[in-house]
């Protein structure tokens, strides 16, 4: 129900050039009577379908970022799927069953529907959007829900738990996935000199640990994907791609491989796919992985939460409470003290201790993140199109309960 415009470069279009579509768009007449039927425009070859052999060369070149392709099928590895009424169905079904998955699909959204009448919010960040694959997956045999949203660019899972489903977020799979790949490369002796991942700078910081654990680098980008397909895109420049190991964000968007500029969750199901099937052969779940990360690396929570604002001055609402929150920088967060002040708009991080600033080398940006030490992180920054400010809050601690604790402290000061 809606349009994505890509430039040139594989990329969504920034804000400039996308505003020029978006005047152009403006100035069409949103009802006129059509002039001519679908089948009449498909007979006079001004709409054609995609051709076979584009797809085929699409399903190589997935196949092609499998880490251990023949993982799944000795595991024997059953999954519940959702496309969630949107693009996913064929795509992610065609790559899973040339692998040998068992898949189970929930019928009343395996078709396209654009009123989404089964799934009340098609958003895999929540779990209502698997609601339906819940309950599908209480009669069949199921070892991870997997659902795509509706343009089949991101993902989410959620595994079988001793009080029914537990629900990854975006974060938890992300890092799941980056463990997941840079151990398995690392035991090919694969990783390349010089290798790099890549994160929006509000996903969790518990990537950068993994990868310097595996001794590589991660890189922090602004929100969107377009960027983490920018760093892509310069490696390819420099002829030095396959440097590129993976990217993700958040919301649940990931990629591996360079073949395209924006997150894919055709591949990424397939990895989720591979590791659950890894972590079979084993005897482990996706949940046994989790832990042993937090094991290593340390409880590691995020929560989002959006500040709603109303009236008509609602977006100046949103300005002012970004600069109330640069002039009047908190000193202590959820008890914890703000040790450095990122400004992605300033393009500067200050030290609070020293008043020492150092530049941010990415894009302006209205940003603001406030660093707690060793123990979290809040990063505050207005929606570009609604009226709202979102507020990524991360809190790091030895227990879940103490770090769950620390993200309320969090958002009861900010709400």
């Known amino acids: 129900n809606g349009v994505k415009c890509y430039g040139p470069d594989g990329c969504q279009m920034t804000d400039e050039p996308a505003a020029v579509v978006t005047a152009k768009i403006s100035e069409i007449p949103f ?100 609601a339906e ?14 659902g795509t949203d509706p343009d089949c660019d991101r993902v989410a899972i959620a595994v079988p738990c001793e009080y029914g489903y537990q629900k990854l977020s975006g974060n938890e799979l992300g890092c799941l996935l980056l463990d997941y790949i840079l151990k398995a490369r690392t035991q090919k002796n694969d990783i390349p000199e010089g290798a790099i991942a890549v994160r929006s700078i509000v996903s969790s910081p518990l990537a950068d640990q993994i990868a310097k654990y595996y001794g590589i680098e991660m890189k922090a980008v602004l929100t969107g994907f377009k ?19 993976f990217g993700f964000e958040e919301s649940c968007g990931y990629l591996k491989g360079t073949y395209a500029r924006d997150k894919d969750a ?62 009047s920088a908190p000193e202590n967060i959820a008890g914890i003290k703000v040790t450095a002040v990122r400004d992605y708009l300033a393009r500067t991080s200050t030290d609070i201790d020293t008043g020492s600033v150092t530049p941010i080398e990415l894009p302006k940006s209205n940003v603001l993140e406030f660093i707690l030490g060793e123990s979290g992180s809040v990063i505050a920054r207005p929606s570009g199109t609604e009226p709202k400010v979102k507020f990524y809050f991360t809190a790091v601690a030895d227990t879940a309960a103490e770090a769950d604790h620390i993200l309320d402290l969090m958002v009861k000061q900010f709400s």
């Open 266 to 327: 055709v591949v990424a199901s397939m990895l989720v796919c591979e590791m659950a099937a890894a972590l079979k052969v084993q005897g482990k779940t996706i949940l046994d992985a989790l832990k042993e990360l937090y094991d290593r690396f340390g409880i590691y929570m995020a929560r989002v939460k959006s500040v709603e604002l109303t009236g008509s001055d609602a977006m100046e609402k949103a300005a002012a409470m970004m600069s109330g929150l640069r002039s």
């Open 133 to 146: 694959s819940y309950k599908v997956a209480d009669a069949v045999p199921c070892d991870v829900i997997l």
């Open 31 to 130: 009802f006129v009577p059509e002039q001519k039927t679908f089948d009449v425009f498909m007979s006079e070859g001004l709409i054609s379908y995609i051709g076979q052999d584009l797809w085929e060369s699409y399903y190589q070149t997935v196949l092609a970022e499998a880490v251990d392709p023949d993982m799944i099928r000795s595991a024997g590895l059953d999954i519940v799927y959702t496309p969630l009424c949107g693009t996913g169905n064929e795509p992610v079904r065609e790559i899973l069953g040339r692998l040998g998955v068992n898949i189970t699909v929930v019928g009343c959204q395996e078709k396209p529907d654009g009123d989404f009448k089964t799934c009340e919010y098609p958003n895999p960040e929540t779990d209502a959007a698997l």
């Open 227 to 245: 960027y983490i397909g920018g760093e892509i895109l310069s490696l390819e420049q420099q002829h030095q791609e396959h440097r590129y190991i």
